[in-house]
């Protein structure tokens, strides 16, 4: 219960910054919203890409699931919570940029590579998705060594930012420099955002303190 009176606490702080001041956002965001940009973020409580971003409300619109994942194209009447998010986003709201945000210690990544999510309902399933990535690493990597985690949370972020391509209405936008996809991934570790660069095939820092990341393993 202590954490949830901080909650409530943290509203009322919230309450004087956004809406009882003269100027507050609100005031203009009450009516509607124009986010820029669309983060597929993970549910991990550290990684919060409002907070990692120091966005403002308004700012971005974001969709978080286990492992930050990005489903490809299934248009069957199945529930597709991201796919509705990424509808909405692209064409209601006509984000410009859409940033895939991975990060280091992920729990999700962590039971795909020791495969300890196979048995659950939800989990295992959702994060099969990627699971041509994972084979792909276990190539170059023990599935206990570290790297190989770091390999496969920065291959998934490659596979997201490719099965964004498959939703037509997507792939459209971008061939026509309407839209660009980011691949991100945050460090929290070392405190370091790190954004791929198709030229070098790597992870380069982006607000640079650390070396640039090599240890991915390319899933194209
Ligand atoms: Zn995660």
Not at 105 to 121: M, N, Q, V
Not at 133 to 144: E, G, H, I, M, T
Request: aromatic share 10%.
């Amino acid at each position: 219960m202590q954490k949830i009176r901080d909650f409530i606490l943290g509203f009322k702080s919230f309450q004087d910054i956004y809406f009882c001041r003269e100027g507050s956002p609100f005031q203009e965001l009450r009516s509607g919203q124009a986010p820029s940009t669309l983060v597929v973020a993970c549910c991990d409580s550290r990684t919060d890409p409002s907070l990692i971003m120091q966005c403002e409300p308004g700012d971005i619109f974001v969709v978080r699931n286990i492992a930050n994942i990005v489903p490809p194209y299934e248009p069957d009447p199945g529930r597709h919570g991201v796919s509705a998010a990424l509808e909405y986003a692209v064409l209601s709201l006509e984000v410009q940029d859409i940033i895939i945000l991975g990060h280091s210690s992920c729990g999700g990544i962590r039971a795909l590579l020791d495969g300890s999510a196979r048995d659950g309902e939800f989990v295992g399933p959702w994060i099969s998705i990627l699971d041509s990535a994972r084979n792909q690493v276990l190539k170059n990597f023990d599935p206990s060594d570290e790297k190989a985690a770091t390999a496969l949370e920065m291959a998934g972020v490659l596979t997201s930012m490719e099965n964004l391509l498959t939703f037509p209405w997507l792939a459209e936008r971008v061939t026509q420099g309407k839209l660009t996809i980011h691949g991100w991934y945050f460090d929290m570790a070392c405190g370091q955002l790190f954004s791929y660069l198709p030229q070098t095939r790597s992870f380069e820092p982006l607000a640079p303190r650390c070396p640039p990341r090599k240890d991915m393993v390319d899933v194209t």
